[in-house]
């Protein structure tokens, strides 16, 4: 097992040397997505042959941040910053942060996110949703968007393991119950799409992190350990009920 320190957007190669066990610290441009936000990127852009004009802008937006990116099943607990808040420290070795997505006006056709209608916004908690709930979405999405990571808690189903093979990614264990702790790691929410319609937990959001603590228990080798944990309590089970 080894520690990485790996930042977004992936590379395949980078994705692929990743094992089981190992830890990474993932540092770089993601989205959150729970089950609202998989639906809709699923029906409104993956299982249909026109993509509606009203939501071309943040599909072509999406296409960008998911390509070589990592999603986050996360349903935060957010804070909307007042004017006279300070902007989040630039990144460490004085590094000036990547600038948020561009974000036109809407009458330009480009993407008017709620940061822009309503001032800034910072992560207070972050942890991690149950992930086997998107397992009926993600191997569509890694495979239409170009997806390299995937973060949650509790695992993915064979349908994921086999578009991380396939595809080239790995899904990310990340600490259920440490929500403060991973929140703390969010430098900056860039954006925000969907909230008035999905709501704070469902919306997509676009955020920076820095080391961002992860362990890998998908890999793109066709491992998964929690595959393994079932088979294993399974037979064990089995073992005790004969024995009775």
């Known amino acids: 097992m080894a520690i990485y320190d790996l930042s977004v957007p992936l590379s395949e ?12 610290r993932l540092s770089g441009v993601m989205v959150t997505g729970r089950d609202a936000a998989h639906k809709y990127m699923v029906e409104t852009f993956i299982r249909t042959s026109t993509v509606p004009e009203s939501e071309r802008p ?11 990116g990592v999603i986050y099943h996360c349903g935060p ?26 974000q036109g006006g809407e009458g330009s056709g480009g993407l008017l996110s709620a940061v822009s209608r309503e001032g800034g916004w910072e992560f207070v908690a972050a942890g991690p949703t149950t992930s086997i709930r998107e397992e009926v979405y993600e191997p569509e999405v890694i495979a239409h968007f170009g997806l390299r990571g995937v973060i949650g808690k509790g695992g993915m189903g064979p ?16 600490v259920g119950g440490a929500a403060s702790l991973i929140a703390d790691t ?20 676009v955020i920076r992190a820095e080391g961002f603590p992860v362990v890998v228990t ?3 080798h066709g491992r998964s350990i929690h595959d393994e944990v079932e088979q294993t309590s399974k037979a064990a089970l089995e073992r005790l009920l004969a024995g009775s």
């Open 58 to 68: 943040l599909y072509e937006e999406l296409r960008r941040l998911l390509a070589g």
């Open 218 to 220: 998908m890999d793109s």
């Open 13 to 24: 190669q980078a994705v692929r040397a990743l094992r089981v066990g190992d830890t990474v």
């Open 77 to 102: 607990v957010v804070r909307q910053l007042s004017p006279s808040t300070p902007p989040a420290p630039p990144s460490r070795g004085g590094e000036t942060p990547p600038p948020a997505p561009s």
């Open 186 to 205: 969010v430098k900056e929410v860039l954006a925000v799409y969907k909230k008035d319609e999905f709501g704070v937990p469902e919306a997509l959001w």
């Open 159 to 174: 349908g994921t393991l086999r578009a991380c093979r396939e595809y080239g990614a790995a899904y990310f264990h990340a």
